[in-house]
């Protein structure tokens, strides 16, 4: 079942840039979670959400994600509609899951915008092919607003592209150190790449790779699944046992007996047995909500170090110090329209004119259309003198406590 109309004429297959997809998967049921990352780990980089407000943490984090799965029942239609209207989410390809696939299902799904919808046991469609289809139709879309901005010069000026050289290649020298210090502890503390590649969409709607320093562990996935081997949903596990001798733990039960009964949930527990599956499932949720993050990652993103290899990317002319920001691809699709596609004719850049007006004015925030307006306005009016003055603006923001 397709929501979403096949695009028409002939696309040409891009090269896939990441070798699994990555899937933002949001279910309160930790075993369907299981069985789902196991029947596709060998495709599918899976990070496990059972709230809402974890999914859009993480995407506000600019987590990387090719598809987001849902379930109704897990809060996945209130998802799909804060993603539908929220500017700044774009066009994330959303997959709502059900327990049955039904005619009520398949309109539920419509009715919300949601691209497809499958019943959690992923029995009734190839996922894969739709992700697929997915990702063609994002490059389809970058590669028609490329011609579209290919009229305009977005080519950065020699002045510009020579303070860039300069100024970051004399950052990258003497920050040398750092970046071999901090490239060594990353391997010591975790197995995987020492940087972090994520596609941005840049000056002339151009797609290249972001980079920052790896923050998180390669193998969450794994490690969740090891980890819910001991925790209370698991069947096999202690807790679950417990459970089957009518509410009462293993020491009551070999009396029959309960001297500190407890009401919960309109049953009756052993107080024993409630704290210890109580504790189980505190240990379990402390290590779910936050498998990705190394120890050393943390401290990364708290000193905002792992933004370090960006100058990299500058050095490389994918962005210059100063212009709009680049954006993910799926937010990037919703500026193709007239209207918003010249934010893209100026340079990209680390800092730019909506971040240090956002200061100057003291606004709390700014809308999705007052910053394209701005990026648009820096698009047409970058100059030399321009510059200088956002990034004179940029040091006073950068000791504030927003980010910018």
Same mark, same amino acid.
């Given at each position: 079942m397709e929501l979403t109309s096949a695009i028409e004429g002939t696309v040409v297959e891009p090269k896939p840039y990441v070798a699994q997809f990555r899937v933002v998967y949001l279910n309160k049921d930790l075993e369907q979670y299981l069985r789902f990352s196991k029947q596709y780990e060998d495709s599918l980089q899976v990070e496990y959400f059972d709230n809402k407000a974890g999914v859009l943490s993480a995407l506000e984090e600019n987590f990387p994600a090719d598809i987001i799965l849902a379930h109704t029942e897990s809060g996945g239609i209130? @998802?799909?509609?804060?993603?539908?209207?929220?500017?700044?989410?774009?066009?994330?390809?959303?997959?709502?899951?059900?327990?049955?696939?039904?005619?009520?299902?398949?309109?539920?799904?419509?009715?919300?915008?949601?691209?497809?919808?499958?019943?959690v046991r992923f029995d009734d469609g190839d996922l894969l092919t739709r992700i697929r289809y997915f990702k063609k139709r994002q490059w389809y879309v970058a590669s028609k607003a490329s011609e579209k901005i290919s009229a305009e010069n977005t080519r950065t000026p020699f002045w510009k592209r020579a303070i860039d050289v300069v100024t970051t290649g004399t950052a990258v020298i003497l920050l040398l150190p750092v970046f071999l210090l901090v490239?060594?502890?990353? =391997?010591?503390?975790?197995?995987?790449?020492?940087?972090?590649?994520?596609?941005?969409?840049?000056?002339?709607?151009?797609?290249?790779?972001?980079?920052?320093? =790896?923050?998180?562990?390669?193998?969450?996935?794994?490690?969740?699944?090891?980890?819910?081997? @001991?925790?209370?949903?698991?069947?096999?596990?202690?807790?679950?046992?417990?459970?089957?001798?009518?509410?009462?733990?293993e020491e009551c039960a070999a009396g029959n007996q309960c001297k500190s009964l407890l009401f919960h949930d309109g049953k009756q527990i052993c107080e024993k047995l409630y704290h210890f599956q109580k504790d189980q499932k505190a240990a379990f949720m402390k290590f779910q909500n936050d498998p990705r993050i190394t120890r050393f990652g943390q401290f990364l993103r708290n000193s905002s170090l792992d933004e370090l290899p960006q100058l990299i990317n500058i050095l490389k002319g994918d962005m210059s110090l100063v212009g709009n920001r680049p954006l993910p691809l799926y937010e990037a699709e919703k500026m193709t329209t007239d209207d918003k596609i010249l934010r893209f004719a100026g340079p990209a850049g680390l800092t730019g004119l909506w971040q240090v007006t956002k200061r100057g004015k003291g606004k709390a925030d700014m809308s999705e259309e007052e910053r394209t307006q701005l990026d648009i306005t820096y698009a047409k009016e970058f100059s030399f003198k321009m510059d200088m003055q956002i990034i004179l603006k940029t040091f006073p923001a950068l000791l504030q406590s927003e980010n910018v």
């Open positions: 209130e @998802l799909l509609d804060t993603i539908r209207n929220s500017p700044g989410f774009g066009n994330i390809p959303f997959v709502l899951m059900v327990n049955n696939l039904t005619q009520d299902a398949i309109d539920l799904a419509r009715q919300h915008h949601a691209d497809d919808v499958f019943s490239a060594l502890l990353i =391997r010591l503390d975790s197995k995987g790449p020492v940087f972090y590649k994520s596609k941005r969409v840049g000056s002339g709607y151009k797609i290249f790779d972001l980079y920052k320093f =790896r923050t998180m562990r390669t193998d969450a996935d794994q490690l969740i699944r090891k980890m819910a081997a @001991l925790s209370m949903y698991n069947k096999n596990t202690e807790p679950a046992q417990q459970i089957e001798t009518n509410g009462l733990c």
